[in-house]
Nanobody
Framework: VQLQASGGGLVQAGESLRLSCAASGLTFSSYTMAWFRQAPGKEREFVTVISPSGGTTFTTNSVKGRFTISRDNAKNTLFLQMNNLKPEDTAGYYC???????????????????????WGQGTLVTVSS
């Protein structure tokens, strides 16, 4: 299984980025997919998650209204559209896959890094003020 994240970079506050996560070696349409992020010196934290069909999403409050998760099951790709970026969004962004469909329904489960079986290598987002 491989999850290849891309799209990170250096931007100014207020600008946008779109991250992608290309999946291979798994039945992508069967997996709940999520984005986490990790800032220097901090623990990895949940950002947003999407159900296998794409019909259900949950997003952490700090990025709600600015970040949107989506997926293209035909292309085995997960996306994260990030608008109005802020310096506090600076972090490595990681995509993750969870084979258990029901975890998304419980907040504690969907935000728990231990629930996700597969992880991408991360892509760095740096937002300057």
């Amino acid at each position: 299984v491989q999850l290849q994240a891309s799209g990170g970079g250096l931007v100014q506050a207020g600008e946008s980025l779109r991250l992608s996560c290309a999946a291979s070696g798994l039945t992508f349409s069967s997996y709940t997919m999520a984005w986490f992020r990790q800032a220097p010196g901090k623990e990895r934290e949940f950002v947003t998650v999407i159900s296998p069909s794409g019909g259900t999403t949950f997003t952490t409050n700090s990025v709600k209204g600015r970040f949107t998760i989506s997926r293209d099951n035909a292309k085995n790709t997960l996306f994260l559209q990030m608008n109005n970026l802020k310096p506090e969004d600076t972090a490595g962004y990681y995509c993750a896959a969870d084979r258990e469909r029901n975890n998304i329904l419980a907040k504690r489960a969907r935000e728990d890094v231990a629930r996700y079986e597969y992880w991408g290598q991360g892509t760095l987002v740096t937002v300057s003020s």
